[in-house]
C-alpha cells in the first residue's frame, strides 16, 4: 500500500517563503515521476512541478524563479521550496507519484497519478 503524506503548508505573507515536504512509502521510484500539483477554489488543477527518478526536474511557468523542487532528506521525501510567495499561489498543494517516469513530461495527463496526498493548504496574504 503506496503512502503519501505532505506537510508543511500554512500562511504566508506576499514576498514569503514556505517549505514543502511530502514522505512517500510503500513505493518503486525506479521510473518514476513525483511531483506537486494544487488547486485553488474554482481553478483548474496545475502541476507546479515535477521530478523524476533521474532527478530532471521540470517548473511551471507560473512558478518559474520562484519555486524549486527536489529531494528531501530521505530517498522517498519530496520537497518543493516556495520563495517569493504571491496571493495567487493560494492553493490545496498535493504531493503525488506515479511509476510512469513519462507523467513528468505529460502534465496534461496529471490526473492519472496513481498516488496522491490528502494536500496541505497554502495561503499567501499580501
Known amino acids: 500500500q503506496v503512502q503519501v503524506a505532505e506537510s508543511g503548508g500554512g500562511s504566508a505573507e506576499a514576498g514569503g517563503s514556505l517549505r514543502l515536504s511530502c514522505k512517500i512509502s510503500?513505493?518503486?521510484?525506479?521510473?518514476?515521476?513525483m511531483g506537486w500539483p494544487r488547486q485553488a477554489p474554482g481553478q483548474a488543477r496545475e502541476v507546479v512541478a515535477t521530478?523524476?527518478?533521474?532527478?530532471?526536474?521540470k517548473v511551471a511557468d507560473s512558478v518559474k524563479g520562484r519555486f524549486t523542487i527536489a529531494r528531501g532528506n530521505g530517498k522517498l521525501t519530496l520537497v518543493l521550496k516556495m520563495n517569493n510567495l504571491k496571493p495567487e499561489d493560494t492553493a490545496m498543494y498535493y504531493c503525488a507519484a506515479d511509476e510512469w517516469v513519462g507523467l513528468c513530461y505529460a502534465w496534461q495527463r496529471s490526473g492519472e497519478f496513481a498516488h496522491w496526498g490528502q494536500g496541505t493548504q497554502v495561503t499567501v496574504t499580501s
Open positions: 510503500g513505493y518503486t521510484e525506479t521510473n518514476s515521476c
Open positions: 521530478l523524476d527518478n533521474d532527478g530532471d526536474s
